[in-house]
């Protein structure tokens, strides 16, 4: 039976977003080892539910300590030299950096890497970008230097990202190793369309971490503006604080901006499906180097149209017009325009809410996007 190590951070994120993969991968008859940085009993027993073997590993994602990062790669090394995978796939930054050289180290027959968005080091904020972050992306590129010629496959969900890494620094890799993957998709059958009521007012809601690049700000304050046009106009906020982050909305604001009346705020939520069910329309205002945003996916397999913003991965979600608007980021009064659209036009969030499932149904499915992902791993 062939082997496939899979190398991530966060178990709650190889669980949620390579649940149908390891399951897929498993009926295949391949020994999963699964590689996590971040974890609680919980989810290491919800990942060996699937049918894979959890290993742990120390990795810190922020840190900027290089030897922290190289005993990572070599405890990494240790695992792949004791059990000998026939694949190495490893997802975000940190993981695919140290545990494809780890995996090059001890010989591993395969090796892809898979990059879900550029993240933080290639987003520009409004003011410019901090020189914390300038210095994280200079690294960040020297490493990809040194990574990406020895990838079988390196794997883009969007066809900004690859433009903008490799093709603008000159890195080189292997002749035919970029791939485009598309989203990563959705089990769409936990994600069920359903009209919206069209008996209730208007209601708009915001899924992500309450971070600036997310585009919270923008959304609280097209909000503001809205809501004082259209009292019974409802805006939900979804999501949770980030108070380690720099661009994190406090929680001090945010209480300030609840006592306002201008937005509900749930806070981070379980059922996530019945808010979008219960809301009009999806409204991601981020700048964010977004892979391609699972939240939109959600939105538009449950049937609601998208206002997003014209950036790399937001773009992929949405055909302008059709399923909802692309608005340029930081754009306050554009972004009150699309809302004010559907507020003035209330009968086409179904309409364009059933262009957003259509689009779900061909695009997101994860059944089609992991035989994609199959045939370019090279997994029979």
């Known amino acids: 039976m062939k082997k496939i190590f899979l190398i991530g951070s966060t178990a709650s994120n190889l669980y949620l977003f390579r649940k149908d993969f390891i399951i897929s991968c498993v009926?295949?008859?391949?020994?999963?080892?699964?590689?996590?940085?971040?974890?609680?009993?919980?989810?290491?027993?919800k990942i060996e539910s699937l049918g894979s073997k959890v290993l742990v590993y120390n990795l810190s994602r922020a840190g900027l300590n290089p030897l922290s990062d190289i005993k990572s790669m070599m405890e990494i090394k240790s695992y792949i030299e004791k059990y000998q995978p026939d694949l190495v796939f490893s997802f975000?930054?940190?993981?695919?950096?140290?545990?494809?050289?780890?995996?090059?180290?001890a010989k591993t027959p395969k090796v892809i890497g898979m990059i879900e968005g550029l993240g933080s080091p290639f987003t520009t904020h409004r003011h410019g970008q901090n020189f914390k972050m300038k210095i994280v992306r200079f690294f960040q590129i020297s490493l990809y230097r040194v990574v990406f010629p020895f990838l079988d496959k390196i794997i883009f969900?969007?066809?900004?990202?690859?433009?903008?890494?490799?093709?603008?620094?000159?890195?080189?890799?292997?002749?035919?190793?970029?791939?485009?993957?598309?989203?990563?998709?959705?089990?769409?059958?936990?994600?069920?369309?359903?009209?919206?009521?069209?008996?209730?007012?208007?209601?708009?809601?915001?899924?992500?971490?309450?971070?600036?690049?997310?585009?919270?700000?923008?959304?609280?304050?097209?909000?503001?503006?809205?809501?004082?046009?259209?009292?019974?106009?409802?805006?939900?906020?979804?999501?949770?604080?980030?108070?380690?982050?720099?661009?994190?909305?406090?929680?001090?604001?945010?209480?300030?901006?609840?006592?306002?009346g201008?937005?509900?705020?749930?806070?981070?939520?379980?059922?996530?499906?019945?808010?979008?069910?219960?809301?009009?329309?999806?409204?991601?205002?981020?700048?964010?180097?977004?892979?391609?945003?699972?939240?939109?996916?959600?939105?538009?397999?449950?049937?609601?149209?998208?206002?997003?913003?014209?950036?790399?991965?937001?773009?992929?979600?949405?055909?302008?017009?059709?399923?909802?608007?692309?608005?340029?980021?930081?754009?306050?009064?554009?972004?009150?325009?699309?809302?004010?659209?559907?507020?003035?036009?209330?009968?086409?969030?179904n309409i364009m809410g059933l262009e957003s499932y259509k689009i779900a149904i061909e695009k997101f499915d994860v059944h089609t996007v992991n035989k994609k992902l199959f045939r370019i791993l090279g997994i029979d």
């Open 27 to 45: 009926e295949k008859n391949y020994v999963v080892y699964s590689l996590i940085s971040e974890y609680n009993d919980e989810w290491i027993k």
């Open 92 to 105: 975000f930054t940190k993981p695919l950096i140290y545990g494809s050289l780890a995996a090059k180290l």
């Open 157 to 260: 969900l969007n066809k900004d990202d690859p433009i903008d890494l490799i093709e603008k620094n000159k890195i080189y890799h292997k002749p035919n190793a970029v791939d485009i993957l598309g989203p990563i998709g959705l089990s769409l059958e936990d994600y069920p369309y359903k009209r919206w009521d069209e008996t209730q007012d208007i209601s708009f809601i915001f899924i992500a971490r309450l971070l600036a690049e997310k585009g919270v700000y923008e959304y609280l304050e097209s909000a503001k503006i809205v809501k004082s046009k259209y009292p019974n106009v409802k805006f939900k906020i979804i999501g949770g604080l980030d108070t380690e982050n720099p661009y994190g909305l406090s929680k001090e604001k945010l209480d300030v901006i609840i006592a306002t």
């Open 262 to 349: 201008v937005i509900e705020y749930p806070g981070f939520v379980s059922n996530v499906i019945e808010h979008i069910a219960q809301s009009a329309v999806f409204v991601l205002p981020s700048y964010y180097r977004e892979g391609v945003p699972r939240s939109t996916q959600e939105a538009m397999a449950v049937g609601r149209p998208v206002i997003t913003t014209n950036v790399p991965g937001c773009r992929d979600t949405v055909v302008d017009g059709a399923n909802g608007f692309l608005v340029p980021k930081w754009d306050i009064d554009v972004l009150v325009e699309k809302m004010c659209f559907f507020i003035e036009n209330p009968e086409q969030v």
